[in-house]
């Protein structure tokens, strides 16, 4: 199982910036899906789940401002990521677990400036 995160990136507080992560070695569409982020020494805490059938759940600090999305013909899930904060800066990884086990990817890198 691979797992390739993208779109990270220095943003000022308020804008947008939108994560892409491609994966393969899965059956794609039946998997759910998750975006994780991990704050410098803070402990990797849960953002966004979307399910095979695309329910969705949110972290309450982002709830109203993020978007999950997943293409299953791209093999793709995404996260649309609005109204930005300075809290939200971190690494992001996309994670899916497979016969109970997880699997991460590299982690991309947001930082949103005040």
């Known amino acids: 199982v691979q797992l390739q995160a993208c779109g990270g990136g220095v943003v000022q507080a308020g804008g947008s910036l939108r994560l892409s992560c491609s994966a393969s070695?899965?059956?794609?569409?039946?998997?759910?899906l998750s975006w994780y982020r991990q704050a410098l020494g803070m402990q990797r805490e849960l953002v966004a789940v979307i399910t095979s059938d695309h329910g969705t759940d949110y972290a309450d600090s982002v709830k109203g401002r993020f978007t999950i999305a997943r293409d299953n013909s791209r093999r793709r899930v995404y996260l649309q990521m609005n109204s930005l904060k300075p809290e939200d800066t971190a690494v992001y990884y996309c994670n899916v677990i497979r016969q109970g086990v997880a699997f991460w990817g590299q982690g991309t890198l947001v930082t949103v400036s005040s």
């Open positions: 070695g899965i059956f794609f569409g039946i998997h759910t």
